[in-house]
């Protein structure tokens, strides 16, 4: 069978998602997900500094096979940007001191794997997450790092070439939807497809 461990990282230079995703076979399960916080620290050194060795240590306790991470992060503020680039690099090097194989994912690409749209929010992203995995109420985070992080390696599942974690297979968002009931033919479009999967999650 087919196993694998998948650490997630949404990089950031306060608040880091991270998420680690068990894959066996078709089905994909949560280990962990949460946020490390820096945004006490002084100076964005001491920042990506804790960042690092928080990431080598997590490597270390959890022995992830594969790395995926968002990249491409684009900002009206080049200032911004730098810092956000400085935090991939800081992740990116921590996976490379742990051998750990990379996978760069895009923000929209990310978004598309999980909601079908591109352009979804991070609250529709979570909420299909939360659907997905079947992950308790009282168990979202508040910071939605966490639950970027989890997409993140959830896109990876997917880019793996594995259906979605469904009794029945599903091989993409569209047709897990309409076996659960949650789109119909009518929902042609990816927001029409998400608005119809959101519709139906509060029935």
Same mark, same amino acid.
């Given at each position: 069978m087919d196993t694998c461990r998948i650490l997630g990282i949404d990089p950031g230079t306060l608040f880091m998602g991270y998420a680690l995703l068990d894959v066996k076979g078709k089905q994909a399960s +949560?280990? @962990?997900f949460g946020v490390l916080d820096v945004h006490k620290l002084d100076g964005q050194y001491a920042r990506l500094q804790k960042e690092f060795f928080f990431l080598q240590d997590l490597i270390d306790r959890q022995h992830p096979t594969t790395l995926a991470i968002e990249t491409q992060f684009v900002d009206k503020n080049p200032q911004t940007m +730098?810092? +956000?680039v400085h935090a991939q690099g800081v992740a990116i090097a921590a996976a490379l001191s742990r051998d750990l194989p990379i996978n760069e994912y895009s923000p929209m690409k990310i978004k598309m794997a999980i909601t079908g749209n591109g352009h979804a929010t991070k609250e529709q992203v979570a @909420?299909? %997450?939360q659907r997905f995995l079947h992950i308790p109420a009282e168990q979202m985070p508040k910071k939605l790092d966490a639950t970027d992080a989890l997409a993140i390696a959830y896109c990876h599942f997917l880019q793996r070439g594995l259906p979605l974690s469904d009794e029945h297979g599903a091989k993409d968002w569209t047709t897990f939807a309409k076996r659960?009931? %949650?789109a119909t033919t009518a929902a042609t479009?990816?927001?029409?497809r998400l608005l119809a999967a959101l519709k139906g999650a509060k029935k």
């Open positions: +949560i280990v @962990d +730098i810092k +956000i @909420d299909m %997450l659960k009931g %949650l479009t990816p927001n029409e």
